[in-house]
């Protein structure tokens, strides 16, 4: 009963510039992101590792700008006229010419850009000359790993969004041991959730150490 009260309290996990979680490590990148719409050529390229939040802060931007998210695998050109564009994941794969057509579109009055991907342009494909150039051109923001303060910043989001409250010790010793990555404090916070018992009663550093060293049977779970 109680664990199925828990889960619906949870709250939405909601992209909004609210709600991310700001740090040394993703200064530069919003830094870059508040100066639309007078980005250079009205293009921007967010850019970092699987996991840092460009996404987040990518969707938080479109919603500000009221701006078009395009598939990736097929772009509107016609659409992008005159308007705030979002292409995501680009060094995935997009077709160059019509990649070459919206970079010369967001330099058009009232029209910008912004593309997201795990690489700079500088390294992705692009059998076009035309756009080679362009890419290497384009203006970067980069988000770094997770630094100390964004993680326990996600930590404490992912911890709240399940309505639990961990001991304070729990934040550091996490720090030391986790996997420094979005993805991975939420995962970590996800198992912490779903362990036996853990509905009702505080999570403690006792119990990220058990599933941590994946150790489930014999390790008293809240001692201490």
Known sequence: MARQLRLSLRRPAAQTRDTFIPGASNAAARTALDAWPDWPGGTLVLAGPEGVGKSHLARAWAAG????TMARTAPD??????????????????????????????AQDGASLLLTARTPPATWPAAIPDLRSR????????????????????????????NIRPHDDVYPYLLRRMERSIPGAQEIVRRLDETEDGETRPVSRVLARQILEGDRENLDLFEG
């Open 135 to 162: 890419l290497n051109a384009l203006p970067l923001a980069e988000i770094a790993a997770p630094d100390d303060e964004v993680l326990i910043g996600v930590l404490r989001k992912f911890f709240s969004e399940r």
């Open 65 to 68: 700008a009221r701006a078009l």
């Open 77 to 106: 050109v016609a659409a992008a006229s005159g308007r705030a564009v979002l292409l995501e994941d680009v060094d995935q794969g997009v077709e160059g010419e019509a990649l070459f057509h919206l970079i010369n579109l967001a």
